[in-house]
């Protein structure tokens, strides 16, 4: 039999025993699951396979922990990486159904807010690829981040059912429960053995595993994403029940197991819930137990854990991870504090993805002391000390100590304790790390530059050229052969046809192919008709004011009331593209997707503009939406303030499916500058020095800059008199005065009437570039071709070497 045979059989066996159905009578549905069901079989022996070598090579593995992992579909992305997706394909054909249907019934794990959750993701994809043992350890999210609609122009959220009816790619392991403990009183008993600590009166849940095999291409060594579902410790409490209160009965066991329930859905701003908090504890405790327990049954003596295990955290999120592991070494295995500590800080390395003060985690003493009494004194214990040493290090300096201190004004500061412990500590781009160095953790870089170091994110490049754009990676293997896939080095070999008329212009067709997917996806989704000849000009990313979303709206009706001037010009049509998922008690964020939303209600129905300019807000932003939308992207929106974008990853992807950067020298848009030159990529805005100075001087006078550019003025007037068609004349007065007349040094905090005319003058170069076709798919063309060292191979790589010290299985 051949392979498409066998497969066929194997989907009709899966569809018998799973659902008792035919290919006849099954739904789309259970085909999918049935493919998916033999994929993880496949999957399986090799995942097993190579959890054992790793243990019989002595393999030191990595534990990346992160609260977030936004994992999308598995289901074409394995079968790529694993060569079986055109026999599938062939297979589903002879069945009467397509790839491309029988993919749409799978949901996206949305188990992240944006970036720092996607990159998670990234990170395994090329962890698995290049051999390099792994486990991603998170929570497994009943909901994962909420689903988005317009409605009337405003964003509706609605409940993210991810599971549905059960996730066909994970394996659950009751046998493997932990136990976690929470609240209670803790007593120090001396005894002839010692202290003993001993925590009464705690209430406990239960963790229960759950693993999914993430397949690296052409790999033998699968990663494990393992997340941690809640579970109480009884189903119903009979003291309860046999006393008729029913109710009650039941009340604990949901209680415990809200702790998995839902993802908290801001993004870059953190707000003390205690909910969270457990949330974070419930995860770390449970995965730093279930290390220390696999190293011992392994290798029988924790002395030895650095050898065999290392720690990168995503962010603060799992940084109780640091505490949780003194305890379990001090309390349960019986180490001295200076061993644990010794051990611990080899263990862990720790990246910051923010700079904003507002992400930056704090905790209340109190509540933290409340819910976590053994932890709290651990954390205490782990700052008298710290202090003591900077005490004689740097002896009266008060104010510095102050600064560094792991606990001050009644708070915890989950980033200080990070550094103050952790071997390495870095930052997501070039620019970032130095502000880390310089700026967030100058006193601490003072003290320890050995630690820091700058690592720029990459993204996965099977995900984002491989599996989203099938057309271009076919035009790519006919002229440099498919291992760039396995080898993202050998992507600039490209670079030898930026100038060959007949590649360009299959690169040129192929864009035009993915515009009209994308077309196709959104008039059936949304009903919209997207403008096919108009220049794709998209922004894509949480909403967020420092991303800017409101300067481009502003841009759009500076570009309304040109038209409206002379509409007879021959103007170069634009489709700007939104996508943006605003956090639900975001309230600014939540207007700006108003406007947006009201200002394409203006432009798309102006019979003078409608056919130049259309603004189309795309609905439900995630992996899935994005697989689509980049690679028909012209131009790539990323207009952050400098300063503020730690690094970006959205941008990556668009220029790797040859869309072109408009954008500010901020984050990894400067290392995209780097590699494809100034001619390629439109740069405009204050550079950091310019803000560096504005805010030294306290300088910047937003109203001055109003009073001198009319056309500036024009379009914000446009947000106030009543040309906007909104409900219940709603207008956008809050978002006008923010940006002029708020406090007066608190006015547009991110220099977006600064930068409004640079950006003009960017966007119209762009746009005059784009009419010259041929210079357009060259620059296109550059931009794919050198975007191979933003591939998180190459960031994994650089993981590797100066942090985490990895062999791969042989
Ligand atoms: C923390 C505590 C309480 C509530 C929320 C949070 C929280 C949640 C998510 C804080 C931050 C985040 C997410 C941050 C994030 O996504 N940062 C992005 O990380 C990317 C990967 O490094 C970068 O490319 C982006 O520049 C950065 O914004």
Not at 383 to 409: Q, T, V
Not at 490 to 498: D, I, T
Not at 604 to 629: C, H, M, R, W
Request: charged share 25%; with cysteine; aromatic share 12%.
């Amino acid at each position: 039999m051949n392979k498409v045979e066998i497969i066929k059989n194997n989907i009709s066996r899966k569809l018998k025993s799973n659902f008792g159905k035919t290919v006849k009578t099954a739904t789309s549905e259970q085909i999918y699951k049935a493919c998916a069901l033999c994929i993880r079989d496949d999957i399986v022996d090799e995942w097993m396979e190579a959890n054992t070598k790793v243990k019989t090579q002595g393999l030191k593995r990595l534990y990346y922990m992160s609260a977030e992992f936004l994992m999308g579909r598995a289901l074409v992305n394995n079968m790529i990486n694993m060569h079986l997706k055109e026999d599938y394909a062939a297979a589903l054909k002879d069945f009467g159904f397509t790839l491309e249907n029988i993919e749409e019934q799978e949901s996206d794990a949305g188990l992240g807010n944006g970036g720092l959750g996607r990159l998670a993701a990234c990170f395994l994809d090329s962890l698995a690829t290049l051999d390099l043992p792994a486990t991603g350890c998170g929570i497994r999210y009943e909901y994962g981040l909420f689903k988005q609609r317009i409605l009337d122009g405003e964003q509706v959220e609605m409940e993210d059912d991810w599971i549905g009816d059960g996730y066909v790619w994970e394996i659950q392991d009751p046998e493997e429960q932990v136990e976690v403990r929470f609240g209670g009183d803790i007593e120090e008993k001396w005894e002839e053995n010692g202290l003993n600590i001993i925590h009464k009166n705690y209430y406990k849940v239960f963790a229960i595993p759950c693993d999914i095999p993430v397949v690296g291409y052409e790999s033998k060594m699968p990663a494990t994403l393992r997340l941690w579902s809640a579970r109480a410790e009884k189903n119903l409490d009979l003291n309860y029940f046999n006393r008729g209160e029913y109710i009650r009965s039941m009340q604990e066991k949901e209680l415990s197991e809200v702790i998995s329930k839902v993802l908290y859905p801001e993004d870059n701003h953190e707000q003390g819930r205690q909910l969270r908090l457990k949330q974070f504890y419930f995860f770390t405790s449970a995965t730093i137990q279930s290390i220390i327990k696999q190293h011992k049954a392994t290798y029988g003596d924790v002395h030895t854990l650095p050898d065999y295990v290392v720690i990168q955290i995503n962010d603060t999120h799992p940084a109780i991870a640091i505490p949780e592991m003194m305890r379990v070494l001090i309390d349960e295995e019986r180490l001295s504090w200076e061993e644990s500590y010794e051990i611990t800080s080899k263990v862990f390395n720790y990246t910051n993805h923010t700079i904003m003060s507002e992400a930056l985690e704090r905790w209340p003493e109190q509540m933290f002391e409340k819910l976590l009494p053994r932890i709290y004194r651990i954390i205490k214990t782990i700052n008298g000390r710290f202090c003591d040493m900077l005490w004689n290090k740097y002896p009266g300096e008060w104010d510095k100590i102050s600064r560094m201190s792991i606990i001050a004004y009644d708070e915890i500061r989950m980033a200080n304790l990070c550094v103050a412990v952790c071997n390495k500590v870095n930052g997501v781009s070039m620019l970032h790390a130095d502000i880390l160095k310089t700026k967030v953790f100058r006193d601490f870089y003072v003290t320890f530059p050995q630690k820091f170091l700058g690592i720029t994110n990459g993204i996965t490049h099977r995900r984002w050229l491989a599996k989203a754009n099938p057309l271009l990676t076919d035009l790519i293997k006919d002229y440099i052969g498919d291992g760039f896939i396995k080898d993202y080095r050998e992507l600039s070999r490209l670079k030898e046809y930026v100038d060959d008329s007949r590649f360009l212009e299959e690169f040129a067709a192929i864009k035009k192919a993915n515009k009209k997917r994308l077309a196709e996806y959104l008039y059936k989704k949304q009903g919209v008709v997207l403008n096919e000849n108009a220049i794709f000009d998209v922004q894509a990313k949480r909403l967020h004011e420092y991303k800017r979303q409101l300067l481009k709206v502003v841009q759009i009706l500076h570009i309304y009331n040109k038209i409206l001037e002379k509409p007879d010009k021959n103007w170069t049509p634009c489709s700007f593209l939104f996508a943006a998922k605003a956090s639900p008690g975001y309230t600014k964020a939540k207007n700006i997707i108003r406007l947006i939303n009201a200002v394409a209600a203006l432009v798309n129905n102006d019979p003078k503009t409608k056919d130049i300019i259309q603004v189309v807000f795309i609905e439900n932003y995630g992996v899935s939406t994005a697989e689509i939308l980049i690679p028909a992207a012209e131009i790539s929106e990323q207009i952050s303030t400098a300063g503020r974008e730690a690094s970006g990853t959205g941008n990556m992807k668009f220029m790797l499916n040859g869309a072109i950067t408009l954008g500010t020298m901020d984050g990894a848009n400067i290392e995209i500058y780097d590699a494809v030159g100034p001619n390629n990529i439109f740069i405009f805005g204050a550079s950091i020095d310019d803000i560096n100075c504005m805010e030294k001087f306290n300088s910047y006078k937003p109203g001055e800059i109003f009073e001198k550019n009319e056309s500036l003025r024009n379009a914000l007037t446009r947000l106030i008199d009543g040309t906007l068609p909104v409900s219940h004349d709603r207008q956008f007065s809050d978002i006008y005065q923010s940006l002029l007349f708020e406090d007066y040094d608190k006015s547009d905090k991110y220099y977006l009437l600064y930068d409004f005319s640079s950006y003009n003058e960017a966007f119209s170069n762009a746009i005059e570039k784009y009419n010259q076709k041929d210079e357009w798919n060259k620059i296109a063309a550059i931009n794919t071709a050198s975007a191979g060292i933003f591939s998180s191979d190459r960031s994994i790589e650089e993981y590797n070497k100066f942090i985490w010290n990895l062999r791969p299985l042989k």
